[in-house]
């Protein structure tokens, strides 16, 4: 249960960081299984379970995906960053410079 991992008392967290923290915690574990699925692929002889599995595990990415847009869209520090980073290019490092030098 994603309350488990709360740091503070969940009576004195926001409305807004308890929603982030579940999204985030979704976020973790349907990246989990997408590895948890792609080794077991990997691992797997036979050829329709093995299909079965990165069909499985393809679905979790969507998921994942899903909970990052909407902790893109709830959290500006997230859209600023992500923002930033995705889909682009060019090195990531000199993506972070120029974006912390102005463009240059």
């Known amino acids: 249960m994603s309350s488990e991992s709360l740091h ?19 976020v973790m574990e349907e990246l989990q299984a997408v590895d948890w699925y792609r080794q077991r692929a ?7 379970l093995k299909a079965i599995l990165l069909h ?8 994942a995906s899903m909970a990052l847009e909407w902790i893109r869209r709830n959290s500006p520090d997230f859209d600023k960053h992500l923002r930033t980073y995705l889909f682009t290019e060019k090195d990531i490092l000199s993506v972070e410079h120029a974006a912390e030098h102005g463009g240059k």
């Not at 990997?42 to 329709?48: E, L």
Request: glycine share 0%; proline share 3%; charged share 40%.
């Open 56 to 63: 499985n595990m393809r679905e979790e990415i969507e998921h």
């Open 42 to 48: 990997d691992d797997c002889d036979d050829a329709a």
């Open 8 to 26: 503070a008392p969940r009576e004195r967290l926001s409305k807004e960081t308890i929603a982030l923290h579940q999204a985030i915690t979704s």
